[in-house]
């Protein structure tokens, strides 16, 4: 039976003598041409997330964009190919830049390429960290097969789909979905072993055996990008030591609390993506009050 994600949490320590390395290191892998903005949205929000070090790890026809939008990120440039698009990367290429990190975030507007395929494949098949998969890392698995059995024995992986990602996961249509919205997540998670996290009005955390639904939230955050933010989010929890179905429901609350707390200054019907990204703060002041007790 489906329960409420609490509204109280025991927070990830941010001890007072803590360092970057402390609150983890984040590596977002996305972007292509036309879809900068989906990648950095995800890594502003893991440094808003509460991660020490952020780093974009996108095609080098795009770094530059990405790296003046936020000076507090780092950034990787991927090769591409004469078409623009990412070339495969070597496996060792993908050890040396991902090897550091605490936890990953992969997917938001990567694109469908080649190259694009085979570091999601990598990522099921030889990530060190736990991994947060949205967006085109979601549509790849859907389109080429890619099997999560690749993934038995490692870190755990959190799948992040809308209702039209989960729809081409699983070949259900999304009226089905619609109508076992819980049932239908939970039995995905289950087989799969995987943490899963079905966005929409009241989204649905499950690891097939507990089942929570978000109450925070509103339609306000019906609007591209605001998915990216949520990736960035889970992220930045997993990095923080976090477990994976716990990182989930708390990055899911926040996300939702965060466009409550816009919405209330800008409306819903006003409310974009980086709105989200501002109002973590006052989100998280807000949960760490609850916490404390004031």
């Known amino acids: 039976m489906a329960e409420l994600i609490p509204s109280k949490y025991s927070l990830p320590a941010r001890p007072r003598d803590g360092h970057k390395g402390t609150f983890g290191r984040v590596a977002v892998i996305g972007g292509s041409v ?12 893991a440094l808003r997330g509460g991660a020490g070090l952020v780093t974009a790890v996108v095609p080098q026809n795009i770094q530059a964009v990405v790296a003046a939008y936020e000076p507090s990120c780092m950034t990787i440039g991927l090769p591409v190919d004469d078409s623009g698009e990412l070339r495969q990367p070597a496996q060792e290429d ?79 249509s999304p009226e089905e979905i619609g109508g076992n919205r819980e049932q239908m997540a939970a039995e995905y998670a289950l ?8 966005k929409g009005a009241g ?23 605001s998915g990216d933010v949520l990736t960035g989010i889970v992220s930045s929890q997993l990095a923080a030591g976090m477990p994976e179905f716990e990182a989930a429901c ?16 800008l409306s819903e019907r006003g409310l974009i993506a980086s709105d989200l ?18």
Do not use: C, Y
């Open 277 to 294: 990204i501002r109002f973590l703060g006052p989100a998280w002041r807000q949960l760490e009050s609850r916490t404390s007790g004031t």
């Open 34 to 45: 036309g879809m900068s903005g989906s990648v950095t949205l995800a890594a502003v929000a």
């Open 191 to 198: 087989e799969h072993g995987v943490v899963l996290v079905l």
């Open 94 to 172: 993908l050890n040396r830049i991902l090897g550091g990190m605490t936890a990953i975030g992969a997917g938001p507007g990567l694109g469908r390429s080649d190259g694009a395929a085979s570091i999601i494949e990598f990522l099921l098949a030889h990530r060190t960290q736990s991994v947060v998969l949205d967006a085109d890392g979601l549509n790849l698995i859907a389109e080429r097969r890619l099997s999560l059995q690749s993934s038995a024995g490692k870190p755990g992986l959190v799948l992040t789909p809308h209702p039209g990602e989960f729809s081409r996961l699983t070949e259900r």
């Open 203 to 225: 989204t649905v955390v499950t690891d097939g055996e507990r089942i929570f639904v978000n109450s925070t939230g509103n339609s306000g955050m019906a609007t591209g990008g």
């Open 250 to 265: 708390l990055a899911v609350h926040v996300h939702g609390l965060a466009g409550d707390l816009a919405a209330e200054e």
